[in-house]
């Protein structure tokens, strides 16, 4: 399996908490993504970034944020977390635009 | 937009049979790539199967090859001698090799295989 690390690996919190998800690699990847995946539905990009300092919105809209202030650590924060945020958080990297991208176990944050 | 559609939410095979995926895809580009990940129950993500478009032969990984048809923008994948360790949810995705949406990946809806002993 990959060397990428994701924790809490579930999350049960009440509204209106700040949470931070986290993710790690350790292959040296400099690109590295963001997805949300509800039961059984596809994934969703929420958020990428291709190297420190450097993050973009994907194509899900998603009242998370992220930083990338070293290369290996790219953390998910939910400012106020909501019911309609309950789902699945998967981290990946990749090394190349071209190649695979390499997942994390994920985080299953439920809100209530 | 790229698209990539799975028609089939739920497949069904025996322990050493064949089975087939189906994938179709939407895509005014030429140049891309092609995925098929496996998650396990509760498991990682991993990668089954890579295609590049501009290569005409058909990815194979020992069990797993696929059928890449560009005209008609097909992509599915064969599980040949299946074992039960092959249950999982397979995903189709798409990857853009150039643009705006460069390295990011668009995902099928996905399909739960079973595997019977």
């Known amino acids: 399996e990959a060397d990428i690390y994701q924790t809490p690996r579930y999350l049960v919190i009440g509204t209106g908490k700040k949470i931070t998800l986290e993710c790690s690699q350790t292959?040296?990847?400099?690109?590295m993504y963001w997805y949300q995946q509800d039961p059984g539905m596809e994934l969703h990009l929420i958020h990428y970034s291709y190297g420190v300092n450097s993050t973009e919105k994907g194509d899900l809209s998603s009242e998370s944020t992220v930083s990338r202030i070293r290369t290996e650590h790219f953390p998910l924060t939910l400012e106020s977390a909501r019911p309609s945020h309950t789902s699945q958080y998967l981290c990946a990297s990749s090394g190349d635009l071209t190649r695979e991208q390499y997942f994390g176990p994920g985080t299953r944050l439920t809100v209530t | 937009a790229q698209t990539v559609t799975q028609s089939q939410p739920e497949m069904s095979v025996q322990e050493a049979e064949t089975v087939t995926l189906s994938c179709t895809y939407d895509t005014s580009e030429s140049d891309y790539y092609l995925f098929w990940y496996k998650q396990p129950p509760s498991r990682q993500m991993i990668l089954v199967i890579r295609q590049e478009a501009y290569k005409q032969q058909n990815a194979t990984e020992n069990r797993f090859s696929v059928n890449f048809q560009k005209a008609a923008k097909s992509f599915s994948l064969k599980i040949s001698d299946s074992q039960l360790g092959d249950a999982a949810m397979y995903f189709c995705?798409?990857?853009?090799?150039?643009?705006?949406?460069?390295?990011?990946?668009?995902f099928g809806q996905g399909t739960i295989l079973t595997v019977h002993p």
């Open positions: 995705a798409y990857r853009s090799a150039r643009g705006t949406s460069y390295g990011k990946l668009t």
């Open positions: 292959m040296g990847h400099d690109k």
